[in-house]
């Protein structure tokens, strides 16, 4: 039987949430896959409902601050629906300083934010001929 390692210590004993702890050094592409607004203990103790990102592999979810979800806003739209899909990676940005703690974890959105063409848009081959009649 193996001996638990600090790695199941957190997960069993630490937060739910995604930290810088959590990412490290690491750049962790992967894919949101829930988007909930859930109550949020402050450090006050007092709650506060907050938006929350699921993601694909990783067992702890994050908390978006206003940096996060500016990001994600600006790069997927106000639709919190629209983000569930988008590749992102993770990571821990160490010029950030809150609270006297050095390094914030933050989002970098892989999937670009789409734009409707205009016109629609056949693949019928009929619809695709150039003849020009004379």
Do not use: C
């Amino acid at each position: 039987m193996a001996k638990p390692t600090a790695a199941d210590f957190d997960r069993m004993f630490g937060s739910k949430f995604l930290s810088k702890d959590d990412v490290g050094e690491e750049r962790i592409k992967t894919v949101i896959n829930d988007i909930t607004l859930e109550q949020v203990r402050e450090k006050d103790g007092a709650t506060k409902n907050k938006f929350v990102v699921h993601f694909d592999d990783l067992d702890k979810a994050l908390v978006l601050n206003n940096t996060n979800a500016n990001t994600l806003k600006d790069a997927l739209g106000k639709e919190a629906s629209h983000w569930i899909g988008a590749r992102v990676i993770i990571y821990v940005d160490n010029s950030v300083v809150f609270n006297n703690i050095r390094g914030g974890v933050r989002l970098q959105v892989l999937t670009p934010k789409t734009t409707k063409k205009s016109g629609p848009a056949s693949t019928d081959p009929d619809m695709m001929n150039d003849a020009i009649q004379f």
